[in-house]
T-cell receptor, first 117, second 111 residues
């Protein structure tokens, strides 16, 4: 099956710094990537949808200047949490869909746990 | 908009017990339906799916049948194991909408 990786798998940073999370589709071209946020013991919340080469579409309530998403190639999307604060601590999961999958069938990365001190 | 309603947990079962986790989907069209599993500290893995009415998805002993009349996709397993302990998410999409997830059901299986 299609494989999606995320890096780093966990990160601890100081308040006020920026953190970049990478999401890669390893064996297929991902025309669309999705970024989710998951709080402890809760479901996934879709943050944004990004299509290769175009600006991301953010869900209501998600600050686009806070969570910068770049989808520069068919295999890589990045999420940058700018000026991170403790309330940004969460589990961030990306997913990708593309030519190997049915439309909108998504393959999920393993997640990145962000802790902001 | 579309929504997914699944049984709230947590669910605690003894090993070899029968499992049912209910899921219903509300949509304007006929959605494709999925069950995902999330093991502790990990991302989501697709467990099974069904893309049209009366389809049965199955994997690792789990089954779910897409019931059109009730738009339900209940997850079942005849005999659970300790290794099945995880959080299970029902999800679906119709048309060009993104995946919509249920709130998740935490399953704990005790030996």
């Amino acid at each position: 099956g299609a494989v999606v990786s995320q890096h780093p798998s966990w990160v601890i940073c100081k308040s006020g710094t920026s953190v970049k999370i990478e999401c890669r589709s390893l064996d297929f071209q991902a025309t669309t990537m999705f970024w989710y946020r998951q709080f402890p013991k809760q479901s996934l919340m879709l943050m944004a949808t990004s299509n290769e080469g175009s600006k991301a579409t953010y869900e209501q309530g998600v600050e686009k200047d806070k969570f910068l998403i770049n989808h520069a190639s068919l295999t890589l999307s990045t999420l940058t949490v700018t000026s991170a604060h403790p309330e940004d601590s969460s589990f961030y999961i990306c997913s990708a869909s593309g030519q190997l999958a049915d439309y909108n069938e998504q393959f999920f990365g393993p997640g990145t746990r962000l802790t902001v001190l | 908009g579309d929504s997914v309603t699944q049984m709230e947990g947590p669910v605690t079962l003894s090993e070899e017990a029968f499992l049912t986790i209910n899921c219903t989907y509300t949509a304007t069209g006929y959605p494709s339906l999925f069950w995902y599993v999330q093991y502790p500290g990990e991302g989501l893995q697709l467990l099974l799916k069904a893309t049209k009415a009366d389809d049965k998805g199955s994997n690792k002993g789990f089954e779910a049948t897409y019931r059109k009349e009730t738009t339900s996709f209940h997850l079942e397993k005849g005999s659970v194991q300790v290794s099945d302990s995880a959080v299970y998410f029902c999800a679906g999409y119709s048309g060009n909408t993104p995946l919509v997830f249920g709130k998740g059901t935490r399953l704990s299986v005790i030996a």
